[in-house]
C-alpha cells in the first residue's frame, strides 16, 4: 500500500485555503517529500506524517514556492534532535543555494545533508521502491519524479502448502532469502508489477512526461491554468487542465490528480469538469488529501 498526502496545492502565492507546492509519499514507514513550499513543516505537524520521519526530499526546480520551506523544515528537523543522514535530490545549483541560505542562518545542521544534483536518469533506492528524476521543460533547470515500488512475487498457496512453508518461511523468500533449499522460484506464479507514481513539478507538456507517465497508476500533474488561459500557460511554461487531462488519457494512466492550480480560480470545480470531459478519473488536489494506492484501487481517506 502507497499513500499520497497533498501537503501544499497551491501556485506562486499561498491563500487562506491552499499552501504552496509539497506531496508526501508514505510506503511502509518510510516517507518521503516532493517539493517544499513554504510552510511544509507547518503542515506535516496537522498531518497524520511526522516530519521526522522524512527519508528524502526531492526538489522539481528552485523557485521560490517550491523550495523555501526546506530551509526551516531541516533547522526544525536538528532543534528536534534528528541525527540521521537527510538525502536531498534537486537541480543543479540546490546545494550552493541551501547551503548559503543555512549559512546566513549561523546555524549548523546536528546530521548530515547527502544533496545529489541531477540533469534527470538518475534512481535513488530505499527499502522497497526507487525514485527517478527525468527532465521538464519550464524555462529553467527543472525536474519531474517517478516513484516506483518494487515488483513482488506472487505466492502460489497450494505450492507453499504442498512444501511445508510457513508465514516467516514465505516473508523470508518474498525478501529473496532461500529457505531450506526453496526460493521464489519454486513456490511463486509470477510477479505482481509495483505501484507507479509520477509527479510532474511545474512544466509545460512535453515528451519527457508522457514517456515517465505511459501506464502509470497516479499521474499528479500540474494544471496552474484553465483552457480559458492556455495563452498564459504557455507564456509561463505550464499546463493547462485540458492538457493534462490529454496526457493521461493518452499515457493510460490509472487516475489524474491536478495539481498546483492557480488562485485565480477560487471554484476549481471548472477545472475539474474540463478535465473529467477527457479523461473520466481525474481529481483535483486540496490540502491535506490523502490518498491510498494499491493494485486494486485508488481510494480517498
Do not use: W
Amino acid at each position: 500500500m502507497t499513500e499520497i498526502i497533498f501537503l501544499g496545492t497551491g501556485a506562486s502565492v499561498p491563500s487562506r485555503e491552499r499552501g504552496l507546492p509539497a506531496m508526501a509519499l508514505r510506503q511502509g514507514r518510510e516517507v518521503v517529500l516532493f517539493d517544499c513550499g513554504e510552510g511544509t513543516q507547518r503542515q506535516l505537524m496537522v498531518s497524520p506524517l511526522s516530519f521526522m520521519k522524512v527519508e528524502a526530499v526531492f526538489v522539481t526546480h528552485l523557485h521560490g514556492d517550491h523550495f523555501l520551506g526546506l530551509p526551516g523544515l531541516l533547522l526544525t528537523m536538528g532543534l528536534s534532535g534528528r541525527t540521521e543522514p537527510l538525502r536531498i535530490v534537486g537541480p543543479e545549483g540546490i546545494e550552493s543555494l541551501l547551503c548559503n541560505i543555512l549559512g546566513a542562518c549561523g546555524d549548523s545542521l546536528p546530521f548530515e545533508l547527502a544533496i545529489a544534483e541531477s540533469a534527470g536518469g538518475e534512481s535513488f533506492r530505499f527499502s522497497g521502491f526507487s525514485v527517478t528524476s527525468f527532465p521538464t521543460r519550464h524555462g529553467v533547470p527543472s525536474l519531474g519524479f517517478v516513484f516506483s515500488e518494487d515488483d513482488t512475487i506472487r505466492i502460489d498457496a497450494g505450492k507453499a502448502a504442498e512444501k511445508g512453508m510457513t508465514h516467516a518461511d514465505i516473508r523470508l523468500i518474498k525478501e529473496g532469502k532461500v529457505v531450506d533449499g526453496i526460493s521464489s522460484e519454486d513456490i511463486s506464479s509470477g510477479t505482481v508489477k509495483g505501484i507507479r507514481i509520477i509527479y510532474t513539478g511545474d512544466t509545460l507538456p512535453c515528451e519527457e512526461v508522457r514517456s515517465a507517465a505511459m501506464g502509470a497508476d497516479v499521474l499528479v500533474h500540474e494544471a496552474t491554468f484553465g483552457f480559458d488561459e492556455t495563452e498564459s500557460a504557455v507564456k509561463h511554461n505550464h499546463t493547462t487542465s485540458v492538457q493534462a487531462a490529454e496526457i493521461a488519457k493518452e499515457c493510460g494512466v490509472r487516475a489524474l490528480v491536478l495539481n498546483h492550480v492557480s488562485n485565480r480560480y477560487k471554484d476549481r470545480s471548472p477545472i475539474l469538469e474540463e478535465a473529467v470531459a477527457i479523461f473520466p478519473d481525474t481529481m483535483v488536489a486540496e490540502d491535506l488529501m490523502h490518498l491510498v494506492v494499491t493494485r486494486k484501487e485508488i481510494r480517498s481517506v
